[in-house]
């Protein structure tokens, strides 16, 4: 049988996810031709984890300016793009171009000028991109849209879904350069577009209408000094006021995050230990969104990202009764080394009340690895040998673009005050059959 080569850009903390596992569980299915980056040291790390941690030899390294001549030379059958999200679409596309088919890292893009030129570029090249959601893959999400689609609540009317990043998790994204709303799309697209790719999984159905309202009304500066705060530093590494703010991160305490930003900022300049109570942020930290679904279901959403834990509550009204579902998740710092802690379940619990009986409570299946267990059963969809799905997990171009979309039509209404309508951003070909 032979082996789907891979190219992989942007070697940050997303990227050994995807070439961990190609070097280790699919070096069978799949082989790892090449890495590229801007960064010159961080390209070296990343061959470093490939030799020392998965016993695999190194592979020939590019900068990004050489992206094609990676592509002439190494011939891969897909590149895997786990660069800063506003750059996705570009390699998306250019690989495309150079008849590569792609897997990326979500969000697809951060806005819909972008996400129209993939759209464009995937019917123009006729390649494939496939959009790693991982959590449709966690046991406690399947058996979700398992019960909505046996009917277990009847037709779903209304959810209403909130999302609580806690203090450790919620503040990375303030510290990273996520907090540029022009490199992430600000949390409705970087982080919420998992959480609108659930509720269109969940609901057999697509977002039309999006209502958001939300601010920075916790990080940045002006809200600490709103709390009575006098001191403040640009970054944590080698402040003294930063050491013990339990909202700094210490590169130099974590051997992989030295390794991997720490050590690499000599090349460009990227500070990953940056205050959450700086300057400079642009994106929100508190949200509320609403949306109508084709099927007329409404979506009440929201995102917090400074509580005291981390999970998530959603609820499904339906014409035969209710669901509900509580999930607390181990929090964790990105890239931090524990694949494994990613997503991590403490606790888990789905209970049905139909409309004229007894509540009762639905048992989950248990699996191991991040995401509650959806981690490993993503990576054998995409590397190994996919084993037959009859809820159709895979996401498409098509899943992609719907996910950011509901993201990116909150961001134009939390600009304007007014509802958007998805039509008026993209216009998204038909389905077609899996």
């Known amino acids: 049988m032979a082996r789907t080569r891979y190219a992989l850009v942007g070697t940050g903390g997303r990227a050994e996810f995807f070439y961990g596992a190609l070097a280790s569980e699919f070096r069978e299915t799949s082989e790892l031709v090449a890495f590229c980056d801007l960064n010159g040291t961080r390209l070296a790390y990343a061959n470093r984890l490939l030799t020392e941690k998965y016993d695999h030899p190194s592979i020939p390294v590019y900068p990004a300016e050489a992206f094609d001549r990676m592509i002439e030379e190494q011939k891969p059958d897909a590149v895997i793009v786990t660069s800063i999200d506003r750059t996705h679409h570009t390699y998306i596309i250019r690989a495309m171009e150079l008849g590569c088919d792609v897997v990326s890292e979500k969000p697809m893009t951060v ?9 464009d570029a995937i019917q123009r090249t006729g390649r494939k991109l496939r959009v790693t959601f991982n959590y449709r ?10 019960l909505i689609r046996d009917g277990a609540v009847g037709d779903v009317l209304s959810v209403h879904f909130e999302w609580l990043l806690n203090t450790k998790h919620g503040a990375d994204y303030f510290r990273r350069w996520h907090r540029d709303k022009r490199n992430s799309g600000g949390l409705l697209v970087h982080k919420s577009t998992h959480h609108f790719d659930l509720v269109n999984f969940w609901l057999g159905s697509q977002p039309e209408t999006v209502f958001a309202m939300g601010g920075l009304m916790f990080y940045g500066r002006d809200n600490a000094e709103k709390r009575g705060v006098t001191q403040f530093y640009q970054r ?7 050491r013990n703010d339990p909202f700094a991160l210490h590169l130099e305490d974590n051997p992989h995050l030295k390794a991997l930003y720490l050590d690499a900022e000599k090349d460009d300049g990227y500070q990953r230990d940056q205050s ?8 929100e930290d508190t949200l509320g969104v609403m949306v109508r679904y084709r099927s007329k279901a409404i979506l009440t959403y929201s995102l917090n990202a400074y509580l005291p834990w ?14 509900e579902v509580n999930v607390v998740e181990q929090p964790y710092v990105n890239s931090g080394g524990d694949k494994a802690q990613e997503g991590a379940l403490k606790s888990k619990r789905i209970t049905v009340h139909p409309m004229f009986a007894e509540p009762y409570s639905v048992a989950i299946e248990e699996r191991p690895g991040g995401h509650g267990g959806g981690d490993p059963v993503l990576l054998n969809d995409l590397f190994g040998i996919p084993e037959p799905d009859p809820l159709n997990r895979a996401a498409s171009h098509i899943d992609g673009a719907l996910s950011i979309l509901t993201g990116i039509a909150g961001n134009r209404s939390l600009q304007t005050g007014q509802p958007v309508r998805i039509r008026d951003l993209v216009v998204l070909p038909e389905r077609t059959a899996p």
């Open 111 to 119: 806005d819909e000028e972008k996400c129209r030129d993939i759209l």
């Open 137 to 146: 893959y966690a046991p406690h999400n399947t058996k979700i849209r398992e």
């Open 236 to 242: 944590a590494h080698g402040n003294e006021a930063a």
């Open 276 to 283: 959450v109570f700086g300057d400079g942020i642009s994106i």
């Open 310 to 323: 981390e999970g998530y509550n959603v609820v499904f009204n339906g014409t035969k009764g209710r669901l």
